[in-house]
């Protein structure tokens, strides 16, 4: 047995032991956070166990008949439908093992630790598919691989016996206690590197007595049998002595721990990156409002497909013809298009159907999603408001359409399986009613981003939430409205917005369609009168009414046709009371504009932008602040670099009329003055006029190809401080970037990213 780590923890918020639990519970649950080569973990089995007594022998002696029942872990259907707490670990009465001078407080550690195990876990992030399938391990009882290796402790395995109980220097003997013993499959990233790095499984021995987590890895032997690998035995340790809390990590056999790097890493890093990572998880109070990652999906099934798509696709990356980051959307339409795949094979599977769902992207922006799905085998098609140049780069079998979607009975799609709304901006509230009223069998599936409501801007209403959390209750009260249980998952996306909505099943029967959507009708109009603005993308002089539809395929497997129009009279009728019978289904309602407002205040008027600049600083330059420095050429030169300011004492200066015109630009005084990179510095809300020598000693310690990028771009502008600065330019003009006069004007030279 060797200690490869040992740290002290600070803990001014008191949150040990409990911090240490929580923290043990990311590394079992959750061990990718931490070791960026793994892809997840899959808890198996959970049970409570007791370990035998150094003089115990034969079999039957590892639990009594109470310790033999199986309980459900997360994840697993437990007997009354739902989801099985954590068993409580309530360990006898047993002499604590610490220091003896200690003996007074232990009683209330125990108890906090007890406590601490009592809480149930999280859901752990997986599935909570134990059964066995294509690329997953077979089903493993975890009672029987307990017994066995009990029984194998207690036929003279002394040694790792006591690294189990953890005894410790002038500790007494204690009782037997009960454990909490867990079987996980840890899943590693699979890539082109190590594509034959295979799911491992280990036993985990949790004791809150003793304050000790155990991982036991098995192996298969020669009969093919799981047993223990003794070797890569390990344990993490939390210890309380003199008033400080202690983390350490130990290793059973350290002169036979074999390492793969990836789910068996070295134990240097077990000693080091691991321990300060949990160290830091101890004391964290934090609690996340959002469920773990792949936490509806396969986690082995997605790392599987995520792979396989992004090999196929990644050729995208290289002919992007968009203006936005090709990696971010080309890799976060294939992880959204892998969860998408899994999903639905696993929905195909529960139903037991064979053919392939059908589906339609409602703002589907570059139309990648709906590209990668149409190649994989789903029927499909996406309609936006704006066309994209790499629309034409897909071919025919990609179906994306160039219209705009008002709510109403016209834009249903009775013939279709699933509805997505990826960043769908104003339409991501009305995705769960279209597809409720679409058909009883239509599903959903939204990942907001921007925050509307049915009508304009979403109004947030609680300060206790982030408004991002609040968003999503929202999207989730729509959908529970419509009929749906809805589902949240997190994406593993390069986004900060990455918790989609899924809603695949209904609460009410089909008999009682009518009924329900009469009630859909008044959740929407009790939201009519809540307050916000219209989209930030401008409005429309009245909504635009276009009519979508979708080919009569009663299965929603065949091809899908454009244009065709589908009313659906029943429903309509059923809404006669509202709009009139085709209309939107609430006034007010505007998509975007097809041409997106360039709102950025780039687009203002040249000569609106160079008053405010001159007004601001001459504002600033008021204050006769001079600055006496040296030239780049050596010369003393004195230079009044102005008084800093504060936005809002700025904007007090400025007539009302500007400030209007300035507030419906995105980011209004800030961003001009931020786009004027020349003349101001903006930093923590206060505006500076931009000393160019700071600036020019700051590009001259730039790598040298960077240097030379900056260098194209030189005297290409008018120095605005040359003309209309008191003091002219701090600098020469052999070392201003700007030009000194039309004379020293030079043509901007176009620079062209290289495609490879």
Partial sequence: MAEVGRTAISDPGALLPRGFWAAVEVWLERPQVANKRLCGARLEARRSAALPSAEACGPGTSAGPEQKERRPGPGQVSPGGGPGPRPPSRPKQGTACCESEEAQGQCQQEEAQREAASTPLRDPGHSGHAEGGKGDFPPADLDSLWDDFSRSLARGNSKLLAFLTCPRTGSQPEAQHELDVVLRTVIPKTSPHCPFTAP???IVVQDVLNGTVTF?????????DLKVKMSNVYQIQLSHSKEEWFISVLIFCPEGWHSDGIVYPKPTWLGEELLAKLAKWCVENRKSGFKSTLSLVSIMKYSKAYRELKEKYKEMVKVWPEV???EKFVYEDVAIA????????????????????????????NGLLVHILSSEGHPGRGIDVRRRKIWDMYGPQTQLEEDAITPSDKTLFPDVDWLIGNHSDELTPWIPVIAARSSYNCCFFVLPCCFFDFVGKYPRRQSKKTQYREYLDFIKEVGSACGFHVEEDCLRIPSTKRVCLIGKSRTYPSSREASVDEKRTQYIKSRRGRPGSPPGRGLSPSPPQVAFGSAGHCDGHQALDAGVECVLGAQAAGRGSGPQAGGPWLPGFHPREKAERVRNCAALPRDFIDQVVLQVANLLLGGKQSNTRSSRNGSVKTWNGGESLS?????????????RRLKRECGGLQTLLRNSHQVFLVVNGRVHIRDWREETL??????????????KACKTRLCWFFTHHPDG?????DCCPFAHGSAELRLPRTLRKKIP
């Fill in 200 to 202: 491992r499984r280990e």
């Fill in 729 to 733: 330019c701090a600098l020469s003009a």
């Fill in 338 to 365: 892998a969860y998408l795949l899994i999903l639905w094979e696993e929905e195909r599977a529960e139903r037991g159907l064979t053919a392939r769902q059908s589906f339609v992207d409602l703002g589907c922006g």
């Fill in 647 to 659: 936005l809002a004492e700025v904007a007090s200066v400025l007539d009302a009329e500007t400030l």
């Fill in 324 to 326: 936005t980051d090709p």
């Fill in 698 to 711: 700051w590009k001259t310690k730039q790598p040298e190809a960077k240097r030379r990028l900056l260098s």
């Fill in 216 to 224: 036991l890895p098995l192996e298969e032997d020669d009969e093919g």
